[in-house]
């Protein structure tokens, strides 16, 4: 299955960031106020949000096509160059001079962060951008240029539901695999795509359901909400530390435990497990295959720090 990530082409329709790291170390309180002096040694940059799920397709051998949007500053630059750099196809990444380019800034002290200062606009975006959006993933649909779709929402401002409904309903006549990464409360229930995958928190924002107390049985509650409301073939609902749950059509949940195995940053894992398992679906595995294989792909990179992409390399490592 692995092998066949190869030649796999998917789309990403979302919010495209840059994720900024200032590393070095608390060296002393500052005098100004109860807070450490950090001593800046480097700083980094990498591929955020959408782009991040792009990283990871590539990073796995697959192709990856881009649908979304950047300002037009410094940062929107950089965001352009590294999709270029990891070979992304950028055609529908278009720039809007109205906003500036979604960044996300962290302080680090060694390995902890002590800080993340977000900078973004987020008006949604132009109709004349969603129209182009639209039209290119509609004609990549119908001349089967595309094997999968994936959604990823931040709420920055790429995605609506009328979009989101039309390339859904669209793919479905053509067997092309849908996937939505929600954000609560930012779109409508939209039926029939192939896979929904919120966490735990997001599930139960989505299903109006509290958060405390989530036992199986109340997260069955919470899956049959969203089921019955979203209607997607497959619920994939991550459970950090638990692992991840795996809901059919009227079927019985599959637990599958957490892979990780020590845990220093969770950014990105989330973008991680739902490159993995939608690549490991259109290659042919079954969900239960195509939702292990995603959860050894983020315990690989809640392992590491930063924002980093899970490389074919390491999870063959794993999965041998």
Partial sequence: MLDR?????????????????CWGRAVRLSPEAPVPVVEVERVSHSLGGAAN???????????????????DDEDGKTVLDELDRYGVDRTFVLADPARRTTRKQRVMAGTQQLLRIDQESLAPAPADLREKWLAGLLAAIRERRIDAVIFEDYCKGVLSAELLAAVTEEAAKYD????????????MPVPGLTVLKPNRVEACAMAEMSVADRDQ?????VASVLQKRWQPEYLLISLAAEGMALYRNNGQPTR????????????GAGDTLIAAFTL???????????????NHAAGIVVGKIGTVPVTMDELRKVLI
């Fill in 5 to 21: 990530f190869a030649g796999r082409r998917v789309a990403v329709v979302g919010d495209l960031m840059l994720d900024v790291y």
């Fill in 280 to 294: 490991a679906l259109s290659a042919g595995g079954n969900p239960e295959w195509a939702a292990e294989i995603g």
């Fill in 53 to 71: 799920v792009m990283r990871n397709l590539v990073t796995l051998g697959a192709e990856a096509v881009a649908f979304g949007m950047v300002g």
């Fill in 217 to 221: 049985a109340g997260l069955d509650q």
């Fill in 256 to 267: 599958i435990p957490t892979r990780a195995r020590e845990v220093y940053d969770v950014s």
């Fill in 176 to 187: 092309i695999i849908t996937a939505l990464d929600p954000k609560p409360g930012s779109l």
